[in-house]
């Protein structure tokens, strides 16, 4: 049996400020980080230990996991930042405010943009100040890789690449793999691992700084998966997440 463990970030200054992010790179709250640091303790306390650790390469995310293995006593670990893990592309809602946007276009707009598996939200400009197609990070990908905007079928389809080469064949081979990404590239993730239909994905939202844990037989199927610590916390917190759109 493998254990996969997953975490989406900590509160970020943007989730306390109700704003769509997608790849824009803001810090954790004090908040954020009190959560990424709970989760380490939670995860020491119950035993877990790792051999390996993927991020994205946002500063929530990367700090999340930093911060849960300072709890570990495991700073030395090896850690792999990809872009493929980054939370999905907002397109040109990012740095806009959801309960706002909700005002403008309507509730149930904002949940096909949210929540939609195959509507992406109004794209971005590349010429838009906010695009991140001459940021260093990306240099290496071609410009199409760096999306304008992404629906869920977007960041499957470059979440999934990442789990083939990397995510799965390090738990085949036996190592205890932790995972600290975004609430929609764990979505992607989650959709893959349960088999969950593109309109049951819809209902699906991943609170802050819980770790997700699969257990997985040796064909990686999921065998079951829970949240670490208080069951009904992570899911009153996963219903505050799905109502971050309403009015
Ligand atoms: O704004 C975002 O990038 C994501 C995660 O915070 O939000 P949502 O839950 O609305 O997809």
């Known amino acids: 049996m493998h254990k996969l463990v997953l975490i ?4 970020s200054t943007w989730n306390l400020e109700n704003r769509f992010t997608g790849w824009t790179d803001v810090e954790l709250t004090p908040l ?4 990424a640091r709970q989760a380490g303790r939670l995860l020491k306390a119950e035993g877990y230990d790792f051999d390996v650790c993927y991020t994205s390469v946002l500063q929530r995310a990367t700090h999340t996991l930093w911060h849960v293995l300072d709890e570990m006593d495991r700073t030395w670990l090896p850690v792999v930042n990809s872009w493929r893990l980054n939370e999905r592309h907002y397109g040109a809602l990012q740095g806009l405010n959801k309960s706002e946007t909700a005002k403008q276009y309507g509730e149930s707009q904002v949940q096909v943009w949210r929540r939609s598996y195959d509507t992406p939200p109004p794209a971005l400009e590349a ?3 906010r695009c991140e197609r001459g940021d260093i990070r990306y ?8 999306p304008l905007t992404e629906c869920l079928k977007d960041t499957v389809a470059r979440v999934m690449p ?3 080469d990397a995510l799965a064949p390090a738990s085949q081979r036996g ?11 764990i979505r992607a993730l989650v959709k893959y691992l349960d088999n969950i239909s593109d309109n ?3 209902g699906l939202n991943i609170p802050n700084g819980i770790p997700l844990v699969y257990e997985l037989d040796d064909e990686l ?11 009904e916390a992570a899911a009153k917190a996963a219903a505050a997440v799905a109502a971050q759109g309403k009015t």
């Open 8 to 11: 989406r970030h900590g509160e």
């Open 32 to 35: 954020g980080i009190e959560q």
């Open 127 to 129: 010429t838009d100040p």
């Open 139 to 146: 240099s290496k990908l071609a410009p199409d890789q760096i």
């Open 162 to 164: 990442f789990w083939n």
């Open 175 to 185: 190592k205890r793999v932790v995972l600290a990404a975004h609430g929609n590239s």
């Open 200 to 202: 049951d994905i819809v």
């Open 221 to 231: 199927k999921p065998i079951r998966h829970y949240y670490l610590g208080d069951a």
